[in-house]
């Protein structure tokens, strides 16, 4: 679609057409970056990489640390220099992170401060390399400071080679809620019809505030709404981390029109004193990803009129995948559809295939297959998994939908999720969302455990709400009366909480290894 096209510098464009315009504001500090203040800063760390610590395009610079405007100054400088972006999830384990670093190989690490334990094994590995903290104290073996990288001035006018639309432009990690992080690269070419995608499917322009609920080294905290707002010229608003006060003050205060996040954001939100009293009618919309969000939780927003809705996307294909048309449902059209994903967004060719690989009619359920100018380009060094999820040209998602009639996709689970019970496919979501239906439920969660008789069996794990009280048998009746009988779960364990990632996904490996034995009560057969 690009190829061979050198790619339009973003900062300068948006400087030009909107340089006085507010594109960022910094909650935490009340500090606000014009577009044209962010492509300054962009040149002047652009000029340091290059002439001062001698980076060139395709070298590797990289990120860990809570949100900072930091990283709209690094990939507006890529635009500039060709120099690669990748970001650390702050929380993942010692060997996790020295893996990746490792792999990446960046030259310059930009930090946090309050993470300087974390930056420890990174100085003990034996690789040269520059760190600079972005907030916060600065470890005293660190040469430079931020400030001198976007105030530095070249002596004279630095002349770079212009990046192309396939290059690759950042390294988004995937995969740590089931394995290792996987480093998926994406192109310049990706990454601007991720944007073009938003801004033509669901509307997003210069009129909106994005807020900002996840971290940015997330795929859906940059991708799915920041970028797109970026590039159409409206402003977003950032927290460093998520704190439910803090951002409920932030819609008071900013009237954000739009923002992304996961349940146990949302249900944060709804759970702090102050929500009663917060007007969210300045938005047009919220949208719930990484995982399926409970009838409940949306109804404690559509209670008060605001559009919250269910959306999917996938770092390697996206993640502008699909989405309801919003902006064109009455919410009461939203409530008949809350289980759904919605629709294709603009560029994606998708269809699903049955376990034969034939493509399956409406209703039928079978794997999401995606292909087209959003999809990444690959794992990094790393082609036995990418030829693992890439086959003839289309991206196998690992995810069980089926279409309706009307065109839009539900997710059923994932297919390493699905378990086998009698001969046959059980796939969790539906009996989660049965589950959750109980006014005593806080979260469900299904897994398949062995059975000797049935190959395998449900295994429900309940969150109970504080005070609240349910039986087993009672979970039982009603899933039996919203699904067939053969996925009602055998075993039911009530637990305090079910692990989670630090971006909100269910962590199943760890979901495995403490409940993934035949624990909990069968069933009463009396």
């Given at each position: 679609?690009?190829?061979?096209?050198?790619?339009?510098?973003?900062?300068?464009?948006?400087?030009?057409?909107?340089?006085?315009?507010?594109?960022?504001?910094?909650?935490?500090?009340?500090?606000?970056?014009?577009?044209?203040?962010?492509?300054?800063?962009?040149?002047?760390?652009?000029?340091?990489?290059?002439?001062?610590?001698?980076?060139?395009?395709?070298?590797?610079?990289?990120?860990?640390?809570?949100?900072?405007?930091?990283?709209?100054?690094?990939f507006l400088m890529s635009y500039k220099t060709g120099i690669i972006i990748t970001s650390y999830n702050c929380m993942m384990g010692k060997k996790e992170l020295l893996s990746l670093v490792a792999q990446e190989t960046p030259?310059?690490?930009?930090?946090?401060?309050?993470?300087?334990?974390?930056?420890?094994?990174?100085?003990?590995?034996?690789?040269?390399?520059?760190?600079?903290?972005?907030?916060?104290?600065?470890?005293?073996?660190?040469?430079?400071?931020?400030?001198?990288?976007?105030?530095?001035?070249?002596?004279?006018?630095?002349?770079?080679?212009?990046?192309?639309?396939?290059?690759?432009?950042?390294?988004?990690?995937?995969?740590?809620?089931?394995?290792?992080?996987?480093?998926?690269?994406?192109?310049?070419?990706?990454?601007?019809?991720?944007?073009?995608?938003?801004?033509?499917?669901?509307?997003?322009?210069?009129?909106?505030?994005?807020?900002?609920?996840?971290?940015?080294?997330?795929?859906?905290?940059?991708?799915?709404?920041?970028?797109p707002v970026f590039v159409a010229g409206g402003r977003t608003v950032y927290t460093s981390e998520f704190e439910a006060g803090k951002v409920l003050r932030a819609v008071a205060a900013e009237q954000p029109t739009v923002c992304i996040g996961v349940e146990t954001m949302y249900k944060r939100l709804a759970d702090h004193a102050d929500f009663p009293a917060v007007d969210l009618s300045s938005f047009r919309w919220m949208v719930n990803g990484a995982a399926p969000i409970s009838r409940q939780t949306l109804e404690t927003y559509w209670r008060k009129r605001v559009k919250l809705i269910n959306a999917y996307g996938m770092t390697e294909i996206g993640p502008e995948n699909l989405v309801p048309p919003v902006d064109a449902m009455t919410l009461e059209e939203i409530r008949d559809k809350w289980e759904s994903v919605g629709r294709a967004m603009l560029f994606n060719q998708m269809k699903i295939i049955d376990e034969e690989g034939r493509e399956a009619q409406s209703g039928e359920r079978g794997e999401m297959l995606f292909r087209g100018p959003l999809t990444f380009s690959g794992y990094w060094r790393n082609e036995e998994q990418t030829g693992s999820v890439v086959k003839?040209?289309?991206?196998?998602?690992?995810?069980?939908?089926?279409?309706?009639?009307?065109?839009?996709?539900?997710?059923?689970?994932?297919?390493?999720?699905?378990?086998i019970s009698g001969g046959e496919n059980i796939y969790p979501v539906?009996?989660?969302?049965?589950?959750?239906?109980?006014?005593?439920?806080?979260?469900?969660?299904?897994?398949?455990?062995?059975?000797?008789?049935?190959?395998?069996?449900?295994?429900?794990?309940?969150?109970?709400?504080?005070?609240?009280?349910?039986?087993?048998?009672?979970?039982?009746?009603?899933?039996?009366?919203?699904?067939?009988?053969?996925?009602?779960?055998?075993?039911?364990q009530f637990v305090d909480k079910i692990p989670r990632t630090s971006v909100g996904k269910l962590d199943m490996t760890e979901i495995r290894r403490l409940y993934g034995s035949c624990s909990g009560r069968p069933p009463d057969e009396s």
């Open positions: 679609m690009f190829a061979q096209n050198k790619v339009v510098d973003l900062g300068r464009f948006r400087a030009t057409c909107s340089g006085r315009r507010e594109a960022v504001c910094d909650f935490d500090t009340g500090r606000r970056y014009t577009f044209a203040e962010l492509d300054r800063r962009a040149d002047s760390m652009a000029a340091f990489l290059t002439e001062v610590t001698g980076l060139r395009a395709g070298d590797r610079v990289a990120f860990c640390s809570e949100n900072n405007v930091a990283f709209l100054d690094a030259k310059v690490v930009f930090y946090s401060g309050d993470r300087r334990g974390v930056m420890e094994p990174f100085r003990t590995d034996g690789t040269e390399r520059e760190y600079v903290a972005i907030r916060g104290e600065a470890d005293e073996r660190d040469r430079y400071a931020y400030e001198n990288v976007i105030s530095y001035r070249p002596a004279q006018a630095v002349h770079y080679e212009t990046p192309e639309y396939e290059d690759i432009q950042m390294l988004i990690h995937t995969g740590g809620t089931t394995g290792r992080p996987k480093a998926a690269m994406m192109s310049y070419r990706a990454l601007l019809c991720n944007a073009v995608s938003s801004i033509l499917t669901v509307g997003v322009s210069e009129r909106d505030c994005q807020l900002q609920l996840l971290p940015f080294f997330h795929t859906a905290g940059w991708n799915s709404l920041m970028l003839n040209g289309w991206i196998h998602t690992g995810d069980i939908a089926y279409c309706d009639p009307d065109g839009f996709y539900y997710i059923c689970g994932r297919k390493k999720n699905m378990f539906e009996i989660e969302y049965a589950l959750a239906g109980h006014p005593a439920v806080d979260f469900a969660c299904v897994i398949g455990v062995a059975d000797e008789q049935w190959g395998e069996v449900g295994k429900a794990l309940i969150v109970l709400k504080p005070g609240a009280a349910a039986t087993e048998n009672e979970l039982r009746r009603l899933v039996k009366e919203e699904c067939t009988s053969i996925k009602v779960p055998k075993y039911i």
